[in-house]
DNA sequence: GTGGTCTAGACCACG
DNA sequence: GTGGTCTAGACCACG
């Protein structure tokens, strides 16, 4: 598991941690049920203190992404976590009006941004794909 | 100028403000060369401490969405900020694939994400006409 | 606001901040919108490290309880957290059970289980009314 | 014995063990002085260290339930273990008082609390008398 | 002054 | 060896 770490970011490296872990596993990079490298070894490879690796874990773990088991390690969840489909819906619309508002503010049409999004779905589709033929090829 | 603070918000209250700004003027309701309140007035309407609306104002200058003139006031900028092409869509691809991401991990297909930014540019285009249509019977 | 902390349970401290914050919420005795002692405040009376109470506050956040905001200060937060029903009804249909065989095991006949329940809601809304006379009277 | 062992969940697996076993007394699906299989058979049957298997027997030892005799095997206590009243009593009311805060912050009303224990107090008989059918059966 | 992040380092619980 | 908890102490962001 490569992470991409930028300790100069405003954003938090712990929180950096968890969005691309979330990222691995949408794009099927990481199944579930596979076990994640340990606190330590992430520690140790983006040299950063166990505590902050272990922190975003255990930011994983609330958000249902992951499960820590003591002794055994960290495995990505077997099913997505529920939540109130109105809920989901509020965060997803606030998702969605704050890109507009960004796109507009960038100068780009929102016709555009029809465009480039289902062009980076593309994207991602792909590379999820690949993702996935790499899995099967290790079997 | 109203804006619409959530002091309960993770999201610090300067940067809701830059976002309601940016947001106001991706609309058309603040249009370029116009005036904004001053800090002063910004701060006693909305009830923030003022530190906290001028550090707001002084975000949107070096983002370009604003200009201040020593004694004259704040007024938005002429022309959209001219960004680095490649910055702004680097910015760009970066939102969509956070937004692509949240998608999955909410469980949320996307061929429906899809179908609701496009429900999300509808809504926001018609309040920017409301707006719009506000502003020229004031002239 | 006073809390009542055991080192040498094997629950962790953070946890029994925790807790005594949720029934203190519970029963009215913080109310929505209220604003809680400092991290700072907790950690000093409470003789456990600034982290630890912080951590502590980050977990109620993370479960809707509170409302962090720096600078300002952490608050009860204004409504109840939304959770799916089922999820709901799940958490609520498990604990059910582990009570039943907890009993069980104590020996306690089922039937006085229920009476107990039943005297021990009437003790829970005795002392949430006390407490309610005792913030309506430092108005 | 079955076990149903979730190695996901957050209780560390010899108190599921521990849990399930204090379950089955309660349920009378075993009986007083009946033998538990050995901690090998545990083991082996649900697939868990031999080490977390002993564990569980020797906490449930520890609390009175079972019973250990060298050489013999694992026997269910001839009595439920004598508690402490006062101890006894203090160990339920926390668990009631722990629920009804629970209850609260998921927005259950108590009243509707008293009814669904009453519920699931229904479904543990109903549960309880098959099992002992079944036992009856075997003899 | 408030909460948030991070490191270094210790000790503990589980398997 | 795995994750979890806690302390001590530093520095940062927000208001």
Redesign the pocket.
């Known amino acids: 598991m490569k992470l991409d770490l930028d300790p100069a970011s405003p954003v ?4 950096q941690i968890v969005e691309q872990v979330r990222r691995l596993v949408a794009l099927g990079a990481l199944r579930p049920g596979e076990r994640l490298p ?3 070894e992430v520690a140790a490879r983006s040299r ?5 690796a ?1 922190r975003a ?2 930011v994983l ?1 609330g958000q249902g992404i992951v499960r ?7 495995f990505v969840s077997e099913d997505a976590p529920r939540l109130d489909p109105a809920a989901r819906d509020g965060a997803l619309d606030g998702a969605l009006d704050r890109l507009i508002v960004e796109a507009r503010s960038l100068g780009v049409p929102l016709a555009e941004l029809e465009k480039r999004l289902a062009r980076r779905i593309g994207a991602f589709e792909k590379e999820a794909k690949k993702e996935s033929a790499g899995k099967e090829q290790k079997r």
Not at 12 to 15: A, D, G, K, R, V
Not at 68 to 74: E, H, I, K
């Open positions: 938090p490296i712990y929180l340990t606190v330590r950063v203190n166990r505590n902050t272990a874990y255990e773990e820590s088991r003591v002794g055994q390690g960290t």
